[in-house]
């Protein structure tokens, strides 16, 4: 049977999908304890300096406060290994919105009452906080490495020699702001700290001391905070998260809220506390996506293949978790090129720490790439599918190794023809009343990282199939895929299989992270199946069980692998407003086997309108007089709605990768979202002959980027 | 005070504290939790439920304003196993990702339908405008949405 | 949020008695109606309040016909029924355009008209307890002047306050004959609108002219009759579900190609909804034409005083109001 045949059986609705549509998916916050707790969390209103008192008398007196948690009474813990979470050690503030303190009460109005009653009296250092962004500052540095594995500064050939004698050349400075990830569902959690378990209970190995439901991305990753923190064995922190409501990155590292609430747990034993960030308190202390200023330079040929690739990142960093995203990534594989430089700068700034947003990376480097690859199109007035083309990499660029696979020409030219793209010669030209139309295309790329690998369970028990990992399922439809998987690889009905993931009382796995899930786990789940057949037979008996580990091909470290994909955007600009709408979106994929259509579309469409988004709408404005984000709320910081999402579609190439383990599954939930601002602004070019080098492309983008380009088109505009 | 409030056809009369929000009512006393607070500021619809059969972001009332009225939530829609035709349709159209908007999705679907019953597709999309859903599946909701008022939802995007 | 009583007013006069008492007693008080804007305020600890007093069950939701063509309003009737009411629909549509344009569907069940006119700034810096605001917090600075600055108002500023009104209801209210009926002590009381908002000066902590107990019972609206023809323009950053950069609420009298009467609000330029005076002078019985709308305007933005980072208003005002007049005439023709 063809993949396309398969894939069509592998279409199902999700198992989770009765539960969720009727309020009965219990998350972090809905589990249902007896008589909880409930925690607020009090923030810093300075950007650094040191705590001179805390005063907690009016706070502690409110009925119902249980407990107010401060560097004074916080317990003592082990150093941390994530610097963030070394909360209420010390009298210290290293950014605004950290954690000070918190009210624990019996009702969650007493505690925020009170809350708002804890004074804290802070002492700035004498040179005020350094919280303003500026490539020029003097203590601005080179990187050596990004995120630990990615060159800081790298330099193949004369990059300038070729810069300077290139038939064609373009050169442009490109912005990206902060962005939140802004999950619906806030970071929460609830901690049990289990009372009276005996004088044996602190050396069994086995005995659960804590217990917590929290919102993650993997349930690996707050079970070791926790356990080292407090000095436990990780098999003496349970954790359970069946359920999370969103997280694109934010909720893969535990935050400090975490550890306070396990503190405050550990001092009222016996009792669950409940916490649940406010929108603003996630924008102060729940990571978010850096914003990058970028310079990228191309050189070309007169055929249009390209002799230079020039990118150097210049980004903010805290000097608590000193963060980067890898934004120069695309620059190092996407097109061949005998000359190439990437170079990060980065400053040191009094801020809390970003991290991984939806593509971390690759969707700020490919926005400033992929609008270059675009202005070099215009330059030479090549058609940007063809010079994309005539620059396809037979082997990655930056390792010399050769492609797992790689179908970005595919990906284009099929794009191409299913969206129809029709670009002008001369922009401006295509009109509906004030609105002028026009037409771009962007790559996408994603690299596919090994993350090392999960275990999966088998056990055959009440004559059905239970497939148990610590997988996590944060919207992308886990609990069906792997179920499915599950099923294939056994040779049974579907409904003859069920999975049990989000608890530690699982298999090891990695954490939902990295577009990794699907191959990564969906591979153990394949190798745990053909064990327990190889093991058990086709008949087997109650309880039988097996365990078995992700496996990839050997040989697999000699190849490149990525995910790919192209957008297509049209767009209409208002010469009244200055709005942009986008009328239709397309992205063609390379995503290798597509395990399950119905969820693969939604990973897909889902990254392709939050990249609209972030191409439209989305900055968090972090005010340098203060240091904190002061659109800190969904009214504020906007992000895409029903009506800003018209017509999206995707499609995909649908080749097995063998070269990705058992499943041929590229991870999908990332390389969605890559490239498609790229795509949004060729397409602004394409309709107003404007070229917006910084994200979003807000009305006061256009409007401003419309005035100093000459007289307003507009004068006759009815 | 004490309030009385018929929630999902039960009768409920409990002493609340006036400064409580109809949200936290409805699911630190009632035990509804299926009414999920996502924004906290009325911003993201996510807790929308019906108050007299209207919606309202329940994170914006406070539960003192539902005494004597008659309040519908997510868990009240469906009778037993048998869903209404919107949660069906969202089962049915995958309008969901991680779920979490998905009850206020549903509510104020069910009263876009209630004063609309055969929605056009812009009408869907500003009919849902107050609520949010981030992993982002707009598209799925709209289509679902047009599924429940009975019309044919096309199986791709429509060209604008 | 800081603990609070919860009463229930029998009446308008109910209401004004126990605000008076409370006031003896040295008590805050606050009047709920629908509570949309109020709830978040009391919960973020923009407004604390001793006593709440809800008003919202008194019988002031009527929708009537006034002689001469006008309407009266009750000041608690919802959003949603003033905006799908038959008669506004018909006589008034840019407000009910205005208001289909503002909040949600959920806000818009629950929000009063009267409250609606009292609805504050959203200005981030007025919501963010940490942060200075004269208008939160009298004499603790002004954060927007320097801040982000992106919606800040451009006229009637002052330095004590930038902030813009919100409502897009109040924006098609400025442009017709609306007079604000109140109760207070003293007896009823009857505002013109334009005399309802203030601009901020250097008391920005007061929105409006409203006397501290003054209960808002109905809006009436007069006319002119020829606000059936009337349109409302929202300009924003999403299609939908944001509150304006800028708006343009607008009715327009053509005859033989001349205008014979005009009314033009604008939202998003000003402490209070700004009715664009000089720009309706210019035009009044001048040529109907594009280029006459957008002299009109420019003379009206003369006044504008725009800081670093919201001229883009200005820009778009100038290309709008004609946009929307221009729009009018046609459906006149």
Redesign the interface.
């Known amino acids: 049977m063809s993949d396309a045949a398969t894939e069509q059986g592998r279409d199902r609705a999700r198992v989770d999908a009765p539960l969720k549509v009727s309020g009965l998916a219990p998350y972090a916050y809905e589990h249902e304890l007896e008589d909880p707790l409930f925690l607020v969390p009090v923030l810093s209103t300075v950007a650094t300096g040191a705590i001179t008192g805390i005063d907690a008398e009016a706070a502690r007196a409110v009925p119902g406060v249980a407990l107010v948690l401060t560097h004074e009474n916080a317990p003592r813990l082990a150093l941390p290994t994530i610097p963030t979470l070394a909360v209420l050690r010390k009298p210290r503030v290293r950014y605004r919105g950290e954690i000070v303190a918190a009210v624990v009460a019996d009702s969650l109005e007493t505690a925020r009452y009170a809350a708002s009653l804890v004074r804290v009296d802070y002492a700035a250092p004498p040179s005020g906080p350094d919280v303003r962004l500026d490539p020029e500052d003097p203590g601005v540095r080179p990187l050596r490495r990004v995120m630990g594995v990615y060159p800081g500064q790298h330099t193949v050939g004369d990059v300038d020699g070729e810069l300077a004698g290139a038939a064609y050349r373009v050169e442009g400075h490109y912005a990206t702001p902060v962005n939140h990830h802004n999950p619906i569902e806030p970071h929460s959690m609830v901690a049990l700290w289990h009372a009276d378990l005996g004088p044996l209970a602190t050396v069994q190995p086995r005995s659960t001391r804590l217990t917590v439901w929290d919102s993650n991305q993997g349930v690996v990753a707050p079970q070791g905070v926790l356990a080292g923190a407090f000095g436990l064995l990780p098999t003496q922190v349970e954790v359970i998260s069946p359920y999370v409501g969103g997280s694109f990155g934010t909720k893969g590292m535990p935050h400090p809220h975490v550890m306070v609430t396990a503190m405050a747990a550990r001092k009222l034993p016996g009792r669950a506390v409940k916490v649940a960030l406010t929108r603003p308190q996630m924008f102060a202390g729940t990571g978010y996506r850096p914003e990058t200023r970028q310079r990228v330079a191309l050189a070309a040929d007169e055929q249009g293949r390209l002799r230079a690739v020039d990118h150097e990142v210049f980004a903010p960093v805290s000097r608590v978790i000193p963060w980067v995203d890898p934004t120069a990534g695309p620059s190092l594989s996407m097109y061949a090129s005998p000359t190439r430089r990437v170079s990060y700068r980065a400053q040191h700034l009094d801020i809390g720490p970003g991290t991984f947003m939806r593509a971390p990376g690759e969707y700020t480097g490919m926005f400033a790439l992929e609008t270059a690859m675009d202005e070099l199109a215009r330059e030479m007035g090549m058609d940007p599918v063809e010079l994309r083309l005539r620059n396809e990499p037979e082997a990655d660029p930056e390792s010399g190794r050769p492609w797992s696979s790689r179908h970005v020409a595919t990906c284009l030219t099929e794009g191409a023809r299913i969206f129809g793209l029709e670009q002008q010669q001369q922009p401006g030209g295509r009109r509906e009343g004030e609105w002028l139309l026009g037409m771009g295309v962007a790559s996408a790329s994603f690299p596919q990282m090994g993350m090392g690998p999960s275990l999966a369970r088998i056990t055959f028990t009440g004559g059905r199939y239970v497939v148990s990992m610590q997988a996590s399922d944060i919207g992308t439809g886990a609990w069906t895929v792997l179920a499915q998987i599950a099923a294939q690889a056994l040779d049974v009905p579907q409904d003859q299989v069920e999975a049990r993931i989000g608890t530690t009382d699982a298999p090891y796995a990695i954490i939902a992270g990295g577009s990794t899930g699907t191959f990564g786990w969906g591979s153990a789940v394949v190798e745990a199946a053909q064990a327990f057949r190889a093991e058990h037979g086709s008949d087997p008996a109650e309880g039988a069980t097996t365990r078995a580990r992700t496996r990839m091909p050997q040989g697999v470290r000699g190849v490149r692998r990525m995910a790919f994909g192209a957008h297509f955007a049209e767009v209409a600009v208002s010469e009244v407003s200055g709005e942009v709408r986008v009328r239709r979106l397309y992205g063609h994929f390379d995503g290798g086997r597509i395990m399950n259509p119905r969820t693969a579309r939604s990973q897909l469409v889902g990254g392709m309108t939050m990249g609209l988004s972030g191409a439209l709408f989305e900055e968090s404005y972090r005010d340098p007089r203060f240091g904190h984000v002061v659109n800190a709320d969904l009214a504020g910081y906007h992000v895409a709605a029903h009506a800003d999402v018209v017509d999206i579609e995707v499609g995909w190439v649908g080749e097995p990768d063998p070269w990705m383990g058992a499943t041929g599954a590229k991870g999908i939930g990332e390389v969605g979202i890559v490239g498609v601002p790229a795509a949004i602004g060729n397409a602004i070019f394409d309709a107003t002959g404007l070229r917006l080098r910084e994200l979003p492309f807000t009305p006061v983008k256009v409007l401003e980027a419309w005035e100093s380009s000459g007289p307003a088109p507009a004068a006759t505009v009815r | 005070m004490n309030i009385t409030v018929k929630v999902d056809g039960t009768s409920y009369t409990d002493e609340v504290e006036p400064r409580t929000l109809l949200v936290y009512y409805l699911r630190e006393t009632l035990g509804k939790t299926g009414t999920v607070v996502g924004c906290d500021t009325s911003n993201c619809g996510a807790c929308t439920v019906l108050l007299d059969g209207r919606s309202v972001k329940s994170c914006n009332v406070l539960a003192v304003q539902a005494d004597g009225h008659e309040v519908t939530t997510i868990e009240g829609l469906a009778d037993g196993e048998t869903l209404t035709p919107v949660q069906e349709a969202f089962r049915e159209c995958h309008a969901l990702q991680c779920g979490f908007c998905t009850p206020g999705m549903i509510m104020q679907a069910t009263d876009l339908l209630a004063t609309n019953p055969s929605p056009t597709e812009d009408e869907v999309r500003v009919g849902m405008e107050g609520n949010l859903c981030r992993c982002t599946g707009y598209h799925n909701i709209v289509k679902a949405v047009l599924q429940a008022s009975g019309q044919p939802a096309s199986s791709g995007g429509e060209q604008a | ?6 009463e229930r007013a029998t009446s308008v006069a109910d209401a004004l008695r126990r605000t008076a008492g409370a006031s003896r007693e040295g008590e805050r008080t606050a009047y ?1 109606a629908g ?2 804007n109020l ?2 305020h ?4 923009i407004r604390e309040t001793d006593r ?1 007093i ?1 008003v ?1 069950h008194l019988d002031l939701t009527e929708v009537t016909e006034l002689e001469e063509g006008g309407l009266r309003i009750g000041a608690l009737a919802r959003n ?1 029924d003033v905006a799908a009411h038959p008669l506004v629909r018909r006589t008034f549509p840019v407000v009910s355009a205005a208001m289909l344009a503002g ?5 818009r ?2 929000a009063t008209m009267g409250g609606n006119l009292l609805q504050r700034t ?1 200005c ?2 007025f ?2 307890l ?2 200075p605001c004269n208008k939160r917090d009298p004499g603790s600075g002004c ?1 927007a002047i ?3 600055g ?1 919606y800040n108002a451009l006229i009637g500023t002052s330095d004590s306050c930038v902030a813009v009104h919100p409502s897009d209801l109040c924006v098609a209210l400025a442009a017709l004959d609306v007079t604000v009926v109140v109760e207070g002590p003293l007896g009823e009381r009857r505002i013109d609108f334009a005399d309802l908002h203030r601009l901020p000066g250097d008391r920005p902590e007061r929105d409006t002219t409203l006397e501290r107990s003054e209960l808002i019972t109905a809006i009436e609206i007069a006319g002119p009759g020829f606000a059936r023809r009337s349109r409302y323009r929202k ?9 304006a ?1 800028v708006s343009v609420a607008a009715a327009l009298e053509v005859r033989d190609g001349q205008v014979a009467d005009v009314r033009i609000g604008l939202g998003g330029v000003s402490h209070k909804p700004h009715r664009a005076l000089r720009a309706e002078e210019v035009l009044r019985g001048g040529p109907a034409t ?1 280029e006459a709308y ?1 002299a009109a305007i420019a003379v009206e933005m003369e006044q504008a005083r725009p800081g670093p ?1 919201n001229g ?1 208003k200005v ?2 005002l100038r ?2 109001v ?2 929307v007049l ?2 009018l005439t ?1 459906e006149t023709a």
């Open positions: 949020m800081r603990p609070f009583t919860y709920l509570g949309t709830i978040d009391l919960r973020l600890g709440l809800d919202s949603a909040a949600s569907g959920q806000l069940n629950m959203r981030v810096y919501q963010d940490s942060t954060s320097e801040g982000l992106t300009l924003r950053e999403r299609a939908s579900y944001a509150f950069t594009h957008a980072d883009y820009t778009q290309r709008a004609p946009a221009s729009a046609e």
